[in-house]
């Protein structure tokens, strides 16, 4: 303990990436000590499996949606549509693969009993047009928002409740099954590691990309601090708002396709139930401010989404019943909540400055 | 001097500091029983901030208030109101959808027992309140439904009833009412003036301060110009003491600027041809030209700020046109004006200007990067230097550029926004008060540096309620008055008829 731990304490605990990082390494140290076998790893047909490599898998859906959010938080909004946008998303997927149950008439309406792998759009549109869709539905959340100034929380709960319901429609409500094993790699697949952590870490580094090698990134953080100002600097506030939601009904997209691939159905009720809370806590935890906007870490959201995921696995593996993970999960909120006070916050930069008096009076 | 037997209250050496502002600075202040007493001033002249430590909102860091004779120091607006000190602001803060009687005897409402509320007894002593306001209304009527200005008398009941007020304070209290409305609460005000109550009057409305008031304190840049009995004080001479003619250090700048107007390009820059926009500002000409610098002088609320709003496109005009190059102006946003070459510092710094989070470094490279759009970036080490070089040229005094702009001074925060509007590299700069709230030294600079903006060639427009900052700064004025241009002065400026022609008057 001396003037320059202080320093560096100081400088670590002012980063955004403190508090997450901290938290992350505490469930994992918890894992250690009270999981024997939480760090095994196993090799299959080259393979790794494990449960920090659940984790990560289970953690991807989750991480993808806080890329987006991290935008539209940072513009001082949210967005409560991202889960039933990701069921707008496979069930849009699905309809592409098997349109049987519209009515359409095919050509040999055997195919599918013949061929189970048979998809009716070529695969490459089967993921195109669904993300069109959901950043459609995005583009629709900013223009409320933004053009319309609607509260972000009302306008974006109209998509939350009626996207179900489109989702629904879309498939005439019956869940369909996907049989085709390359629309199934996107949720299953593994090279080395699970394929969705791949698409995970694409869409972290297009994020990063779009915001931090052009200027968007100080934009948005500008026009969530101070839209007034942001205006008369210039900024075209509306249209980066657009811009946020648009992205961010993008990554739901993505997550939406990801979740389908997983379990190999369109199930509008059940794909990305809840998952715009574990989405805005993974922001949240990573730092950006709810409400307020600003400064955002992309980073921070990605290990924030991480976190509830190691939460969630590691209650799972220590015994806690599956159907008492919501508690777990409420628990996590109340930490943040705490964590993120001024006055822990205040607290946790005093150690610092107390072994630096310390130091001093000696 | 103080005499107890005739002043209420009596605040003597008040001096408040603010981080990076002077607020107050040795100010004295008198008021007594059943007078109406006018305090005027510009923006950051200290107004606010008096009637605040008076109501316990802030605390004086030096200074004695007496009220009564007795010594006393409000920790709060409710303790002084318990004093006796009541206060009705600006915006009625009621609630809109309560009845006039719960709002006037919210927190004092008679009640059976203590159990349950009397409400006959409530209603009753609601309108015996406000007949004695001479107002006979439905009591049980939600406040909502009334307009303004019942809902300002019955904030002023409940100021009377809830706290036997000895002193009422008036916080702007005309602004949003009419005429005819302004004309009633006059009436209340001099009937309470009858009973023995003292009663502070804030206000920018000169005319009211010689209709209702008898007495008036002017402040100035934080310090007491004067008190005055109000009959006894002309309309120009107030506005003189309003605006100051303090001589500095500065005068030298005058010479300056007589040499530097040989650069005025002869073309205009800017064209506006009877340019208006309805309840903004009345149509007005003016037009702009590289290399000189128009100052634009009138009282707060002539159409200054609004005249700058038009020119930066925040407002599009409702008639006559802009012409800039030869060409009409069409597409009015500020992104097509910085475009244009033309920028905007806005008048509220705290609102329109700082991105309070954001770092020097990027608030000065906000608006080069708006107008360079979304993916031409400038680069890291580009930012640096271009935030280091303004740091130096205009000595912003932060300890790195990477400092968050919240945690400067009000000076060196405005240095900071110039800077990003300089960065911009603008034709026309427009500066809405660019040196409110600042300190001198500070403004000096800010002067000088308007001088030779103008020398290198770019056309500046120079607001401020500081009429020797106009002066000194101006190769022409442009005055205002009530929403409209009303004359304009070049040349040789004749300070007194510039005045005159802000006050309306000759008298």
Partial sequence: MNVSFARTWSKLTESMLFLPIAALLMILAFDLFAIPGFFRLELKDGHLFGSVIDILRNGSPTVILAMGMTLVIATGGVDLSVGAVMAIASSVACIMINPTITGMALTDPGLFLKDPQYSWAPLWMVIVVPLIIASLCGMWNGMLVSYWRIQPMVATLVLMIAGRGIAQLVTNAIKIIIFNDTYAYLGNGWIILPFSLYIATAVFLTAWLLTRRTAIGLFVESVGINFRSSYYSGINERRIKLFAYTFCGFCAGIAGLIATSAIRTSDANQIGLYTELDAILAVVIGGTLMGTGGRFSLLGSAIGGLVIQATITSMLSFGVPASAITAVKAVVVIVVILLYSEQAQKFIRGVGSVTMRGEAAR | ?507
């Fill in chain 2, 1 to 507: 001097m103080p005499d107890s037997d005739r002043d209420i209250v009596v605040m003597t050496g008040i001096d408040k500091s603010f981080p990076g502002v002077h607020a107050l600075e040795n100010v004295d202040f008198s008021l007594a029983r059943g007078e109406i007493h006018a305090l005027v001033g510009e923006n950051g002249a200290g107004k606010s901030t008096l009637i605040k430590i008076l109501t316990g909102v802030d605390r004086a860091d030096k200074g004695t208030i007496t009220l009564d004779g007795q010594s006393v120091s409000p920790r709060s607006p409710l303790h002084a109101q318990e004093l006796g000190i009541s206060t009705v602001y600006q915006e009625v803060n009621l609630c809109p959808n309560l009845t006039v009687a719960e709002n006037i005897l919210i927190g004092r409402q008679p009640s059976h027992f203590g159990v349950s509320i009397d409400w006959k007894a409530l209603n009753a002593r609601a309108r015996e309140s406000m007949k004695e306001l001479d107002i006979d209304i439905d009591v049980t009527q939600p406040l909502g439904a009334y307009s303004v200005a019942i809902q300002q008398m019955a904030a002023i009941a409940r100021a009377l009833v809830i706290s036997n007020a000895k002193v009422l304070i008036l916080d702007e209290p005309t602004s949003s009412l009419t005429t005819h409305e302004t004309l009633q609460l006059f009436k209340v005000m001099r009937k309470l003036k009858g009973e023995g109550i003292a009663i502070v009057f804030i206000t920018h409305f000169l005319n009211q301060v010689y209709e209702v008031s008898d007495r008036v304190t002017v402040l100035r840049n934080g310090t007491l110009v004067g008190t005055y009995p109000t009959a006894s004080l002309s309309r120009l001479e107030l506005i003189r003491l309003m605006l100051g003619r303090t001589i500095t250090v500065l005068d030298d700048m005058t010479a300056h600027k007589m040499e530097s107007s040989h650069h005025i390009a002869v073309e205009s820059l800017l064209e506006a041809d009877d340019v208006g926009l309805a309840n903004s500002v009345e149509p007005f000409d003016l037009s702009l030209h590289a290399g000189e610098v128009v100052g634009i002088a009138g009282l707060l609320g002539s159409g200054r700020t609004e005249i700058a709003n038009l020119l930066f496109g925040i407002d599009r005009p409702d008639i006559g046109s802009i012409v800039m190059d030869h060409k009409p102006i069409k597409d009015f946003s500020p992104h097509a004006s910085i475009a244009r070459g033309v920028a905007l510092c806005p008048e509220d710094r705290k609102v329109e200007g700082i991105v309070a989070d954001l770092s020097v470094r990027e608030n000065i490279i906000l608006a080069l990067q708006a107008g360079q759009g979304w993916f031409r970036r400038i680069g890291t080490k580009e930012q640096y230097e271009i935030a280091d070089k303004y740091i130096k040229l205009l000595s912003i005094s932060t300890p790195t550029a990477d400092q968050k702009i919240k945690n400067l001074s009000g000076g060196n925060q405005q240095k900071v926004i110039l800077a990003r509007w300089l960065a911009a590299n603008p034709r026309l700069l427009i500066l809405d008060e660019p040196t409110r709230g600042i300190d001198v030294g500070t403004k000096a600079d800010i002067q000088k540096l308007v001088l030779s903006l103008a020398e290198e060639g770019k056309s500046c427009v120079f607001i401020s309620s500081e009429l020797d900052e106009v002066l000194r700064t101006s190769h022409r004025i442009v005055v205002m008055r009530d929403r409209a241009k009303v004359t304009e002065f070049s040349g040789q400026v004749d300070e007194k008829g510039i005045m005159q022609a802000i006050a309306g008057s000759a008298s």
